[in-house]
């Protein structure tokens, strides 16, 4: 298995689909949850260890995504009140490295419980054209909002796949 990639690359080509879209906003729905049952028994040691070498700690992946799912929320937020809109980008790693990563990932997880609820409802009262619409990205150019809901879809399922992979690797 590629401990960077458990669960393969984020692959969609196929065309826009209330059945696809209902189960990426369910992914994203169920996210928080799976992740505290992940964690909930860890310890400090356990937090801070790397799901790979020279990888994220758990704990650095949870302070991560609850800043990165941020950022999504607000760029599909901007695609929805502007046209076609150009967002900032982020340096993720330099983000890991700041004293805010090594704080306890309750709060993180609490933010990822809120944020999450708040982006499926609005996601479930997107419609055809809403889908639709787009932002630009400085290195990815414009991304439709529909094929932006799948890759958060999957960058939760991504990261909770380096936690729980790690977790059956250590027998814990």
Known sequence: ???RYPIGTFQYEGELSREVI???IREIEELPGLLQEAVKDLDENQLDTAYRPNGWTVR???HHLADSHM???IR????LTEDSPLVKTYDETAWAELTDYSFP???SLLVLEGLHNHWADL???LNLNDLQRTFT???LGEVLLYKNIGMYAWHGKHHLAHITSLLKRRGW
């Open 1 to 3: 298995m590629d401990l």
């Open 22 to 24: 209902s189960k990426w």
């Open 60 to 62: 650095q992946v949870i």
């Open 137 to 139: 990205h400085p290195e």
């Open 76 to 79: 599909l937020k901007l695609a």
């Open 123 to 125: 996601l479930r009262n």
């Open 71 to 73: 950022n999504a929320y």
């Open 105 to 107: 990932v309750e709060g």
